[in-house]
């Protein structure tokens, strides 16, 4: 596109294209579930016999919770700078080494000391981080879990066997 000619062809396509996708969704009036096409549903798990329309799986939350509450304990162990070697008053070699330094008017004592203020302070902010996170997907599996069972249990013909996709698209229109 050379030019401010080819820029309003351009901008003029753009604006037919936007008004084409709005036309298009402003006449579906239908609600739509995403799913599989039926060929390749009929394999499918679940509680039913591997017959079951509506198949959830939440074993990557638990993983991931699983390797964030992992990183959290390996980093509470591994990367507390402050507190390796800690004397009797608790101050870490770091610190000690900051301290000395200090004692000796050598400017890097006071820059290390720094250093391993900052350092605590974005290990603490990781560590609550990967804790917050181990702890929701945690409660997001198990609260995924109680609500599809209770979503499956609701979508029962009365002889228990499950209502399928195409029946519970009826009540939609």
């Known amino acids: 596109m050379g030019g401010a000619g080819g820029f309003l062809v351009g901008w003029d396509e753009w604006e037919q294209s936007k008004a084409e996708v709005a036309e298009r969704h402003s006449t579906s009036t239908e609600t739509k579930l995403n799913q599989l096409p039926a060929d390749s549903r009929s394999g499918g798990g679940g509680a039913s016999g591997g017959q079951s329309d509506l198949v959830t799986n939440q074993d990557d939350l638990g993983d991931v919770g699983h390797e964030a509450f992992m990183l959290h304990d390996h980093l509470g162990r591994q990367a507390d700078i402050a507190g390796a070697g800690a004397d009797k008053n608790g101050a870490g ?10 004692s000796h008017n050598f400017a890097l004592g006071g820059a290390l000391e720094k250093t391993v203020e900052i350092w605590t302070t974005q290990l603490k902010t990781l560590l609550q981080a990967c804790a917050h996170i181990s702890n929701h997907l945690d409660h997001t599996k198990t609260s995924h879990a109680r609500d599809d069972a209770l979503i499956e249990a609701s979508f029962r013909n009365r002889n228990g066997s499950a209502v399928p996709v195409s029946r519970i698209s009826e009540y939609f229109k």
């Open 93 to 102: 070699s770091s610190m000690q080494a900051a301290a000395s330094l200090k």
